[in-house]
T-cell receptor, first 116, second 114 residues
Framework: GAGVSQSPSNKVTEKGKDVELRCDPI?????LYWYRQSLGQGLEFLIY????????KSGLPSDRFSAERTGGSVSTLTIQRTQQEDSAVYLC??????????????FGPGTRLTVL | AQSVTQLDSHVSVSEGTPVLLRCNYS??????LFWYVQHPNKGLQLLLK??????LVKGINGFEAEFKKSETSFHLTKPSAHMSDAAEYFC????????????FGAGTRLAVHP
């Protein structure tokens, strides 16, 4: 079946503009995660959704970052007033059941964001 | 708190020789541990996971890892490297019994030479 998909695959934007990144999880997966992969920081957790609610937003780096999930499926990560340090690959993952520590997360190919 | 240390940022081996990628973890709880692989311009793929069952875990593509609580280690091994194994490997920990927030190591880049 289809895996996790993300769009766009690449996004180039100017400093100060807003961007939206989209994630389509595997159908039926209730848990969804956003991570960021950057040269200086490695792979970092950003936010976790269980259904449409986000019990853990602790990884969001600033209030310029927000995310939502609708219909227990698609999620959008929004970055307002982008800065150059936001340049990174943004990864989405989903897992099947109510999240447990043993549940396998399946990752999408990522969105490479470049802020000029 | 949980953390992961990958002891080598780069490992280089010849095709057909064994692979050893080292990982040490720190966890206040009984951990779940994973190895993920990332090929160039590809997404992360799960190689294997330890979830408090057998301490020797077998994964895909001939990889395996052994959970050693006394050494707080979870090293990844493969008896014979293949050119297609060249990639970046991440050791990952999550909290057992809690939701699955993954904590990634810094990664080890594996190069395989003919």
């Amino acid at each position: 079946g289809a895996g996790v998909s993300q769009s766009p695959s690449n996004k180039v934007t100017e400093k100060g503009k807003d961007v939206e990144l989209r994630c389509d999880p595997i159908s039926g997966h209730t848990a969804l995660y956003w991570y960021r992969q950057s040269l200086g920081q490695g792979l970092e957790f950003l936010i976790y959704f269980q259904g449409n609610s986000a019990p853990d937003k602790s990884g969001l780096p600033s209030d310029r970052f927000s995310a939502e999930r609708t219909g227990g499926s698609v999620s959008t990560l929004t970055i307002q007033r982008t800065q150059q340090e936001d340049s990174a690959v943004y990864l989405c993952a989903s897992s099947l059941v109510a999240a447990t520590s043993t549940d396998t997360q399946y990752f999408g190919p990522g969105t490479r964001l470049t802020v000029l | 708190a949980q953390s992961v240390t990958q002891l080598d940022s780069h490992v280089s081996v010849s095709e057909g020789t064994p692979v050893l990628l080292r990982c040490n973890y720190s966890s206040s709880y009984s951990p779940s541990l994973f190895w993920y692989v990332q090929h160039p311009n590809k997404g992360l793929q799960l190689l294997l996971k330890y979830t408090s069952a057998a301490t020797l875990v077998k994964g895909i593509n001939g990889f395996e890892a052994e959970f050693k609580k006394s050494e707080t280690s979870f090293h990844l091994t493969k008896p014979s490297a293949h050119m297609s194994d060249a990639a970046e490997y991440f050791c990952v920990v999550s909290r057992s019994g809690g939701y699955n927030k993954l904590i990634f190591g810094a990664g080890t880049r594996l190069a395989v030479h003919p």
